[in-house]
């Protein structure tokens, strides 16, 4: 029904900045969360930031004042802002969108993923 394509992934060294983005390919309806995951090689995949339709947002403590979640429901996209990225960031970045009301159904769309390497 809705499917999410990521971009702007690639190699940075670390310090080095790189921006995210998700768009879906219609309006997700009804109160929900926008989120980023990642998934480095060899370990579980792990929730980066996330915004609700509300614009409160979360973030891990690994990222904390490092990166910027940020929506745009107008453009359908959620957007990661990574700053000082490190090597330890290097991983899969997956966005998400998954309802928190319950009017509209339950969804959990997923998208296919963009690579982000960090070099020392």
């Known amino acids: 029904q809705v499917q999410l394509v990521e971009s702007g992934g690639g190699l940075v060294q670390a310090g080095g900045s790189l921006r995210l983005s998700c768009v879906a390919s219609?309006?997700?309806?009804?109160?929900?969360?926008m989120s980023w995951y990642r998934q480095a090689q060899g370990k579980q995949r792990e929730l980066v930031a996330a915004?609700?339709?509300?614009?409160?947002?979360t973030y891990s403590d690994l990222v904390k004042g490092r990166f910027a979640i940020s929506r745009d429901d107008a453009k359908n996209t959620v957007t990661l802002q990574m700053n000082s990225l490190q090597p330890e960031d290097t991983a899969v970045y997956y966005c998400?969108?998954?309802?928190?009301?319950?009017?509209?159904?339950?969804?959990?769309?997923w998208g296919q993923g963009t690579q982000v390497t960090v070099s020392s």
């Open positions: 998400n969108i998954r309802n928190l009301g319950r009017l509209f159904g339950n969804y959990d769309y």
């Open positions: 915004i609700t339709t509300g614009r409160t947002t």
């Open positions: 219609k309006t997700v309806r009804g109160i929900n969360a």
